[in-house]
């Protein structure tokens, strides 16, 4: 299977957006993704941010690409969040653009391990971790799989714990339209 996205360029369109304000970091990053995937990228200036509530982390995410095998958002807090990653049946890979996360990982529990502006992690299908962001941090993150078989973990929380229908409609409503697109896209209507 085809991939849109090559890791090593979205590092470093993600090294772009490093040391600037929110907004310029944020405009940076969309506009080097749209240049280089234009028809794959939704670069309308007017972003709509959602909220993104997984497995006990609450932050906010603007989604830049969506499909059944690929996503690519740019996600992250203003005030720290900590949580569960979950355990996926796809890759995802986080390119750090501001602030730092912290993690440990079960089969190293003592070690301390932080990611940086700039840094590249990746949580691997079927791995975990548990993270911290102690303070502002945004990510540019590109997941690979199949991503509706991460849809009960992405959701549940929006449903089960803070049982808000508005934001699961949202986040539904917008993953669906670009996925639809996505989908006409690559078939050429």
Request: aromatic share 12%; hydrophobic share 45%.
């Amino acid at each position: 299977m085809s991939h849109v996205f090559d890791i090593e360029m979205l590092h470093a369109i993600a090294r772009q957006g490093i040391g600037k304000t929110h907004d310029e970091m944020v405009r940076t990053v969309v506009e080097e993704a749209a240049l280089v995937y234009p028809a794959h990228i939704d670069s309308n200036p007017q972003r709509r941010w959602l909220f993104s509530l997984t497995a006990g982390a609450t932050g906010v995410m603007t989604i830049l690409h969506a499909s059944f095998s690929e996503y690519l958002i740019i996600f992250g807090t203003p005030v720290g969040t900590e949580g569960f990653s979950g355990r996926y049946r796809m890759d995802i890979h986080d390119f750090l653009l501001a602030g730092e996360i912290w993690t440990y990982r079960q089969d190293r529990c003592g070690v301390h391990e932080v990611v940086r502006p700039g840094d590249h992690t990746v949580l691997e299908r079927g791995n975990v971790n548990g993270f911290k962001i102690p303070e502002s941090a945004w990510m540019l993150e590109y997941g690979r799989g199949f991503i509706p078989s991460a849809f009960p973990l992405i959701l549940g929380d929006v449903v089960f714990s803070a049982v808000d229908g508005t934001t699961l409609a949202e986040t539904v409503w917008t993953y669906g339209k670009m996925a639809l697109r996505e989908l006409m896209v690559n078939l050429k209507f």
